[in-house]
Every structure is written in structure tokens, then in C-alpha cells.
């Protein structure tokens, strides 16, 4: 009465990977769901260093069932061996640490590379906790820092971006030796601020020559260690305009006073050279009768003191005094020296 259609049962279907297995093994979920199908329970119950191990043996390409049952089932220490081969020193204390989630398998084979590299796997064996970051990191240092693992641990990785251009630049400009031997001072810096300010340091070539030798009371500031001891002495952002007096574009002068202070002047398309500013230490106003100490010494050097060629230009418009007003000299000056 009832026909049955003739035919064999239907083929069941994987499961796949469960939200929990994505979750601790990553980019190796695929592969860990076909070596212990759903519900995964003898992966995702495994010690992280466990699962680690497993996700790293994939990253090698060690994909045999037999073997990763030893890697969650036998001692550590013969079941490192069994999945990297000859491991190097510290990997068995760095699984231990490197969180609850899976790597990707570039991390995985970058920090093998790093754990037999003496100086940076003494840095990482340190660490309370391996991360994937900083491994990164460590590996994009520019290639004669690749060492400075404790650079690696402050840096961000726009920090270490930062400083492969400035590498490159260097070796752009000076060549691989000179690059090279930079590198590797930076690598010995206590810190990434001290590393920062000697990267700076070598970027930025000597002041050119100043425009004027300068007067009994204006010295010039002829080098980028001259720079920086006035700016620790007026306590002001000197060191931060060596690039301005590389580039020829400014050049600077110590007022010798009483009271003393620092003269900046700029190179002008009308005057030639022309005052930009004057501070006393802390960035202080010029006191008035000083401003015109100055002002007499800087016209002997033929330095202009007044309004720039660039607001002059503008001046020179049918405009002026109708869409905007010409500043008054007085206020000019005023602010040439810090009012």
C-alpha cells in the first residue's frame, strides 16, 4: 500500500569546529576539529601549554593523529622534541606563558627563531607573559638591533615602524655600514626613550654655517652638542629645532646678557635673515631694554628685526586695511621676543 523508496541512508555530516575550539585555536580550528572531531573535548580540555604545543607542531606541518595524541598525552619534555624537533632552550617555560589562545603560525615560527637567539631569548624567558605582539615586534627591529628584546617590550608596533624608516633612511643617506653601526647603538640604549633620542641624534646632520660669525655678545650655536646643552640650560625645546638649523633654514645664537637668552633667526625671501624670536631661559620675555641690546647687535650682523618678508608681501595688496589690517611694527616686535 505504502511505497518505499529504495536507497541507502544518508551520509552524516561534521559538525566542524564549535564556537569554543575557533575561539582557543584560531587559524588552526579546521585543523584541530579533523584531528578531534566535535565537541573537541580533548583539545579544548588540554593545558594551554598543551595546545600550544599542538597548534605549533600544525605550524610546522606535522599534521600525523598518532603524533598529536603523544603531544597532549605525554611528558613535556619528550613531547616538545616530538613536535619541533630539536627545540631550542626556554621553549618549554614560553608555552607556559603565552595566554589561552592560539598564535598564528608565522608567530609560532618567529618566536623558535627568537628562542635561539641568545640575547633575546634570555628576554623572553624572563617575561611573566609571552605575548604574540611583542614577538612580532621583536622580529621587525631593524636587522643589527634584532637582539634588543627589551626595546621590543616597550616599543608599539608603530614605534618599531618608525624606526625600520628611520633605518632605511639612514642607510638611504650614509650607506649599509654607517646604518649598521647606528643600529647596533641604538640596540644598546637602556630605553625606548634614550633609543628614540639617538635615533634623532643620527638622523639629523650638523647645523650648516650660520649666516654671521656673530658679535662679542651673540655667539653662534654651531653644532647639534651645542643645541642641546643650551637647551639644558634654558630649560627651553632648543634641542627640538636641530632639524631647522640642518636644513640651513634657521640659525641660532646665545645672547650672552646679562640676562642671557637665545636668538633665533630665519632665513627670509625679502630680508635675507630676519629675527623669528629671542627668550630668556624658561621661555621668558626679553625684558625692554634689553630687546634693543639685541636688536642693535643683529642689525651689525645684518639681520633684519621686524615684520617677516612673507607678512610684507601680503601687506602689498589692494586689500590691506580692507579684509585684513596690517599689524602694527610695535606688535611685531613684541612677539619676536616673547610677548
Same mark, same amino acid.
Given at each position: 500500500?505504502?511505497?518505499?523508496?529504495?536507497?541507502?541512508?544518508?551520509?552524516?555530516?561534521?559538525?566542524?569546529?564549535?564556537?569554543?575550539?575557533?575561539?582557543?585555536?584560531?587559524?588552526?580550528?579546521?585543523?584541530?576539529?579533523?584531528?578531534?572531531?566535535?565537541?573537541?573535548?580533548?583539545?579544548?580540555?588540554?593545558?594551554?601549554?598543551?595546545?600550544?604545543?599542538?597548534?605549533?607542531?600544525?605550524?610546522?606541518?606535522?599534521?600525523?593523529?598518532?603524533?598529536?595524541?603523544?603531544?597532549?598525552?605525554?611528558?613535556?619534555?619528550?613531547?616538545?622534541?616530538?613536535?619541533?624537533?630539536?627545540?631550542?632552550?626556554?621553549?618549554?617555560?614560553?608555552?607556559?606563558?603565552?595566554?589561552?589562545?592560539?598564535?598564528?603560525?608565522?608567530?609560532?615560527?618567529?618566536?623558535?627563531?627568537?628562542?635561539?637567539?641568545?640575547?633575546?631569548?634570555?628576554?623572553?624567558?624572563?617575561?611573566?607573559?609571552?605575548?604574540?605582539?611583542?614577538?612580532?615586534?621583536?622580529?621587525?627591529?631593524?636587522?643589527?638591533? =634584532?637582539?634588543?628584546?627589551?626595546?621590543?617590550?616597550?616599543?608599539?608596533?608603530?614605534?618599531?615602524?618608525?624606526?625600520?624608516?628611520?633605518?632605511?633612511?639612514?642607510?638611504?643617506?650614509? =650607506?649599509?655600514?654607517?646604518?649598521?653601526?647606528?643600529?647596533?647603538?641604538?640596540?644598546?640604549?637602556?630605553?625606548?626613550?634614550?633609543?628614540?633620542?639617538?635615533?634623532?641624534?643620527?638622523?639629523?646632520?650638523?647645523?650648516?654655517?650660520?649666516?654671521?660669525?656673530?658679535?662679542?655678545?651673540?655667539?653662534?650655536?654651531?653644532?647639534?652638542?651645542?643645541?642641546?646643552?643650551?637647551?639644558?640650560?634654558?630649560?627651553?625645546?632648543?634641542?627640538?629645532?636641530?632639524?631647522?638649523?640642518?636644513?640651513?633654514?634657521?640659525?641660532?645664537?646665545?645672547?650672552?646678557?646679562?640676562?642671557?637668552?637665545?636668538?633665533?633667526?630665519?632665513?627670509?625671501?625679502?630680508?635675507?635673515?630676519?629675527?623669528?624670536?629671542?627668550?630668556?631661559?624658561?621661555?621668558?620675555?626679553?625684558?625692554?631694554?634689553?630687546?634693543?641690546?639685541?636688536? =642693535?647687535?643683529?642689525?651689525?650682523?645684518?639681520?633684519?628685526?621686524?615684520?617677516?618678508?612673507?607678512?610684507?608681501?601680503?601687506?602689498?595688496?589692494?586689500?590691506?586695511?580692507?579684509?585684513?589690517?596690517?599689524?602694527?611694527?610695535?606688535?611685531?616686535?613684541?612677539?619676536?621676543?616673547?610677548?
Amino acid at each position: 500500500m505504502f511505497n518505499r523508496t529504495q536507497g541507502t541512508a544518508p551520509a552524516l555530516v561534521r559538525a566542524g569546529p564549535t564556537s569554543l575550539l575557533t575561539l582557543v585555536a584560531g587559524d588552526f580550528a579546521s585543523a584541530v576539529d579533523r584531528l578531534w572531531p566535535a565537541p573537541h573535548t580533548a583539545f579544548v580540555t588540554a593545558p594551554a601549554a598543551r595546545r600550544h604545543l599542538v597548534c605549533l607542531a600544525l605550524a610546522l606541518g606535522r599534521r600525523d593523529p598518532a603524533l598529536h595524541e603523544r603531544l597532549l598525552g605525554e611528558r613535556l619534555r619528550r613531547a616538545i622534541p616530538a613536535a619541533v624537533g630539536e627545540a631550542p632552550a626556554g621553549l618549554e617555560r614560553a608555552l607556559g606563558r603565552m595566554g589561552e589562545v592560539a598564535w598564528s603560525a608565522e608567530d609560532y615560527r618567529v618566536l623558535l627563531r627568537l628562542l635561539a637567539a641568545p640575547r633575546a631569548a634570555k628576554a623572553l624567558r624572563h617575561a611573566a607573559v609571552v605575548e604574540a605582539g611583542v614577538v612580532r615586534r621583536l622580529a621587525a627591529l631593524p636587522e643589527p638591533m =634584532g637582539e634588543a628584546a627589551h626595546l621590543a617590550l616597550e616599543l608599539t608596533e608603530d614605534g618599531v615602524g618608525a624606526l625600520r624608516e628611520a633605518y632605511g633612511a639612514l642607510r638611504l643617506r650614509s =650607506g649599509e655600514a654607517a646604518a649598521t653601526a647606528a643600529a647596533a647603538r641604538w640596540a644598546r640604549t637602556g630605553s625606548a626613550r634614550a633609543m628614540f633620542e639617538a635615533v634623532r641624534d643620527d638622523l639629523s646632520p650638523e647645523p650648516l654655517a650660520p649666516p654671521h660669525p656673530g658679535t662679542p655678545r651673540l655667539r653662534p650655536l654651531g653644532s647639534k652638542a651645542e643645541l642641546r646643552a643650551v637647551a639644558r640650560r634654558f630649560r627651553n625645546c632648543l634641542a627640538d629645532r636641530v632639524p631647522h638649523a640642518a636644513t640651513g633654514w634657521s640659525a641660532y645664537y646665545l645672547w650672552e646678557g646679562p640676562p642671557a637668552g637665545v636668538v633665533e633667526v630665519t632665513r627670509d625671501h625679502i630680508f635675507g635673515w630676519r629675527l623669528e624670536e629671542a627668550r630668556l631661559a624658561d621661555n621668558a620675555a626679553v625684558p625692554e631694554p634689553v630687546r634693543d641690546a639685541i636688536a =642693535g647687535e643683529l642689525a651689525l650682523m645684518g639681520v633684519h628685526v621686524g615684520r617677516s618678508g612673507w607678512e610684507l608681501d601680503r601687506a602689498l595688496s589692494v586689500d590691506v586695511g580692507r579684509t585684513y589690517a596690517l599689524r602694527p611694527a610695535e606688535e611685531v616686535m613684541a612677539e619676536a621676543f616673547g610677548d
